[in-house]
């Protein structure tokens, strides 16, 4: 009798006990539960915080942008005078800068096939780039060149006929073809004011042939308020590039380690490849942490 007493006992003590212990668990998933709650409740407003303060600063930036391109815009539309010196300066010294920017510039179009692809890509990166544009171009697809300064691009001047015997026959042909191409940008864009003010001479404003015919036209052009612009990094999409790679190559060595890049590039009828490696060169470009620019940027 007293065995089974003690035993008896023994039992509901261990009966106490695990019943004890489930309490202390029940407790200890409670409180774990409870402390979740807590954490939660904490984090989720300092998340709504980052997030709120993420939202605030992102629509700023938009803001700004949306400002920057409305503006371009406002000026492509604008009547645009002549150059004064202080602007010309800016051109001259266009390759000299503290901060890394690049500016995409496109010689030789308007064209059908080429143009409004690339100015897809642009928009789609809301990157701006300057149209060195030619005049039969112009002449052929003026919609086009509508849309570029709609958007924002400028519109500078690459003269009418592309045909050296006939730009370069004598010193005053260059601002004659200056001025036949800027007529049929006023009639695109229908303001009769606008001055492309801006010129690059087809092949580079030095060396060949031409080169004497060349720099007296250049005093000519700036006897006239217009300045001139070439290139300081190019692809090579007119001189035998003939893959992405390729373009992609010459890109990255002409650009080197210059902190303001013009870049050559063509938007011709016959450079789709040129189009297709947008993409490639704008996102290499933003990599390098350039900031993109076009010549409104600095006039």
């Given at each position: 009798?007293m065995?089974?007493?003690?035993?008896?006992v023994?039992?509901?003590?261990?009966?106490k006990?695990?019943?004890?212990?489930?309490?202390?668990?029940i407790?200890?998933?409670?409180?774990?539960?409870?402390g979740?709650?807590?954490?939660?409740?904490?984090?989720?407003?300092?998340?709504?915080?980052?997030?709120?303060?993420?939202?605030?600063?992102?629509?700023t930036?938009?803001?700004?942008?949306n400002?920057?391109?409305?503006?371009?815009k406002?000026?492509?539309?604008?009547?645009?005078?002549?150059?004064?010196e202080?602007?010309?300066?800016?051109?001259?010294?266009?390759?000299?800068?503290?901060?890394?920017?690049?500016?995409?510039?496109?010689?030789?179009?308007?064209?059908?096939?080429?143009?409004p692809?690339?100015?897809?890509?642009?928009?789609?990166?809301?990157?701006?780039?300057?149209?060195f544009?030619?005049?039969?171009?112009?002449?052929?697809?003026?919609?086009?060149?509508?849309r570029?300064?709609e958007?924002?691009?400028?519109?500078?001047?690459?003269?009418?006929?592309?045909?050296?015997?006939?730009?370069?026959?004598?010193?005053?042909?260059?601002?004659?073809?200056?001025k036949?191409?800027?007529?049929?940008?006023?009639?695109a864009?229908?303001?009769?004011?606008?001055?492309?003010?801006?010129?690059?001479?087809?092949?580079?404003?030095?060396?060949?042939?031409?080169?004497k015919?060349?720099?007296?036209?250049?005093?000519?052009f700036?006897?006239?308020?217009?300045?001139?612009?070439?290139?300081?990094?190019?692809?090579?999409?007119?001189?035998?590039?003939?893959?992405?790679?390729?373009?992609?190559?010459?890109?990255?060595?002409t650009?080197?380690?210059?902190n303001?890049v013009?870049?050559?590039?063509?938007?011709?009828?016959?450079?789709?490849?040129?189009a297709k490696?947008?993409?490639?060169?704008?996102?290499?470009?933003?990599?390098?942490?350039?900031?993109?620019?076009?010549?409104y940027?600095?006039?």
């Amino acid at each position: 009798m007293m065995l089974y007493g003690i035993e008896s006992v023994d039992k509901k003590k261990g009966k106490k006990k695990w019943i004890l212990v489930i309490i202390i668990a029940i407790l200890v998933i409670a409180l774990s539960i409870f402390g979740a709650i807590q954490v939660a409740n904490y984090l989720n407003p300092q998340k709504n915080i980052a997030q709120n303060e993420e939202e605030k600063i992102n629509s700023t930036n938009n803001q700004q942008e949306n400002e920057k391109n409305n503006k371009q815009k406002e000026k492509a539309n604008e009547t645009v005078g002549k150059l004064t010196e202080e602007q010309i300066q800016a051109i001259n010294h266009i390759y000299n800068s503290d901060e890394k920017r690049a500016f995409l510039t496109f010689d030789d179009g308007p064209s059908y096939s080429v143009t409004p692809k690339i100015l897809d890509i642009l928009k789609e990166e809301n990157v701006k780039a300057t149209f060195f544009v030619l005049g039969t171009m112009v002449k052929s697809n003026p919609e086009i060149l509508k849309r570029e300064a709609e958007e924002g691009h400028y519109i500078a001047n690459h003269g009418y006929s592309h045909i050296y015997k006939n730009i370069y026959k004598n010193e005053t042909a260059p601002l004659e073809e200056y001025k036949k191409t800027n007529e049929l940008i006023q009639d695109a864009l229908k303001n009769p004011n606008y001055e492309s003010n801006v010129f690059r001479f087809p092949g580079g404003s030095v060396g060949g042939y031409y080169d004497k015919i060349k720099k007296k036209a250049k005093k000519v052009f700036i006897e006239n308020n217009i300045a001139y612009l070439d290139w300081n990094a190019l692809t090579y999409d007119a001189d035998g590039a003939n893959t992405k790679k390729e373009i992609m190559e010459n890109l990255k060595n002409t650009c080197g380690n210059q902190n303001s890049v013009v870049i050559l590039m063509h938007d011709a009828p016959n450079k789709d490849l040129t189009a297709k490696t947008l993409p490639d060169v704008i996102s290499y470009l933003k990599e390098k942490g350039y900031t993109f620019c076009n010549l409104y940027d600095i006039l």
